[in-house]
Nanobody
Framework: QVQVTESGGGLVQPGGSLRLSCAAS??????????MGWYRQAPGRERELVAVIRYNNNIKYGDSVKGRFTISRTDATETVHLQMNSLNPEEPAVYYCKTVYEHGFGLAMSDFWGQGTQVTVSS
């Protein structure tokens, strides 16, 4: 399986910055990395895409964070960072890291989620 570990959540002031990190580790089985990204869910809201980076380094941002958040890879297959700048009061949420791996000889793709890390935007 693939284990996902998140870190970096916490309290930040409006307009402040925070960096989240996510690391994926394959403990057993044959898996091929496809992508890794961040999603967030605020109270009363659906879980939404924040940013995703793929194996080919293609990046997609959610419209609400374009120009403020940056996703990057420090490891080709395992570690992703999300730099969040200019955080708004309406953006407190639980941020979840999700990675997608191919397996089963390419016949399947599976999502592996972290448990979530809380980001609170408050003065």
């Amino acid at each position: 399986q693939v284990q996902v570990t998140e870190s970096g959540g916490g309290l930040v002031q409006p307009g402040g910055s925070l960096r989240l990190s996510c690391a994926a580790s394959v403990s057993e089985g044959m898996y091929s990395f496809n992508n890794m990204g961040w999603y967030r869910q605020a109270p009363g809201r659906e879980r939404e895409l924040v940013a995703v980076i793929r194996y080919n380094n293609n990046i997609k941002y959610g419209d609400s964070v374009k120009g403020r958040f940056t996703i990057s890879r420090t490891d080709a297959t395992e570690t992703v960072h999300l730099q969040m700048n200019s955080l708004n009061p309406e953006e407190p949420a639980v941020y979840y890291c999700k990675t997608v791996y191919e397996h089963g000889f390419g016949l399947a793709m599976s999502d592996f989620w972290g448990q979530g890390t809380q980001v609170t935007v408050s003065s």
